[in-house]
């Protein structure tokens, strides 16, 4: 974990590695009563992907401590199976730690190297209609502090395709009125890079910089009402339950996924794409959102037909 601050990682992506790992570490315990990386065998870890196929959500926990915050027993998906995309980030997890170890020479062999990633099947992202997304903003009690913030960066996620961590970090600097663009300094891949906005959400942009400013001295441009920076999960949390009120499954990624169909059903190329969303390549953003539905396709057909175009 140590290396892994020292690469600057994102918070949510180090918490996955050390949940995966002393879950992981918990099992080879109790099963194996091994307790050293260098006895841990590929049969292991083997067999401990045929065990997360086999036992359900939230039975196992990393630390016994964690049940009287978090409840798992009271949670409705109880003893679901768990999923493909969870199974393959745990093998993903594990097999760059053996990776880091045996790079740094404290394994002779690697016991991950022949263990094959999961690909999960790919599920196709929802894409929201305008009236779920009419709905969800219509939800947002805009004439209190929380509701206009939570109602303006919904807008300002939605219109850039920036992440939710990007979004809560922001500071009023990073915003170029005269560009319409905003500078994004501290993204997943660690590369600054910008975002752009509406004319549109130009407008609603500078009523909550004069409204923040009456509340708030804090640097950050969307912060708690205390001047902190507001945590994601909070936002994701009050996104949930938004959606939950006005019957719409919604979640914080899903308004860069809607950003990124929405775009490219009106017309906007992939090249571009790639560079607004901070993907490392334009094969990245394909692989991401090629998975449109047969009325999406059928939709974008209709502004591309040669016919309809031509006036023939």
Request: net charge positive.
């Given at each position: ?34 307790t ?28 016994d ?15 679901k ?34 263990v ?56 009023p ?26 004319y549109?959400?130009?407008h609603?942009?500078k ?78 953003t ?23 175009n031509?006036?023939?």
């Amino acid at each position: 974990m140590v290396y892994c601050d020292s690469k600057a990682l994102a918070r949510k992506t180090k918490a996955s590695y050390e949940q995966t790992l002393n879950l992981f570490a918990r099992y080879m315990d109790e099963q194996y009563n091994v307790t050293e990386v260098s006895e841990v065998k590929t049969a292991h870890i083997r067999a401990y992907i045929k065990y997360l196929r086999e036992r359900g959500k939230y039975t196992v926990v990393a630390r016994d401590s964690s049940k009287i915050k978090n409840f798992p027993d009271n949670r409705p998906d109880l003893n679901k199976p768990i999923s493909d995309s969870t199974i393959a980030n745990y093998v993903r997890n594990i097999k760059v730690f053996f990776n880091f170890l045996h790079s740094e020479r404290e394994i002779k062999e690697n016991p991950a190297e022949k263990v094959k990633n999961i690909k999960p099947m790919r599920k196709q992202k929802a894409l929201m209609t305008r009236e779920e997304i009419k709905r969800i903003l219509d939800a947002c009690e805009t004439s209190t502090f929380h509701g206009f913030r939570s109602w303006i960066m919904i807008r300002l996620m939605l219109d850039t395709g920036m992440r939710s961590g990007e979004c809560v970090s922001l500071r009023p600097e990073n915003v170029d009125f005269k560009a319409r663009a905003i500078l994004i300094e501290n993204p997943k891949n660690n590369r600054q890079r910008y975002v752009f906005f509406s004319y549109k959400l130009t407008h609603d942009l500078k009523r909550w910089f004069s409204y923040r400013d009456r509340f708030s001295d804090s640097p950050y441009l969307f912060p708690t009402i205390r001047g902190t920076m507001l945590d994601i999960s909070n936002f994701e949390r009050m996104l949930k339950k938004i959606g939950k009120q006005v019957g719409v499954d919604i979640h914080a990624h899903q308004l860069r996924n809607n950003f990124a169909k929405y775009y490219l059903l009106n017309g906007g190329d992939f090249v571009t794409l790639s560079r607004i969303l901070g993907h490392s390549s334009v094969e990245v953003t394909q692989q991401a959102y090629l998975d449109f539905t047969d009325g999406e396709v059928a939709k974008k057909y209709q502004q591309h037909s040669p016919l309809n175009n031509l006036g023939l």
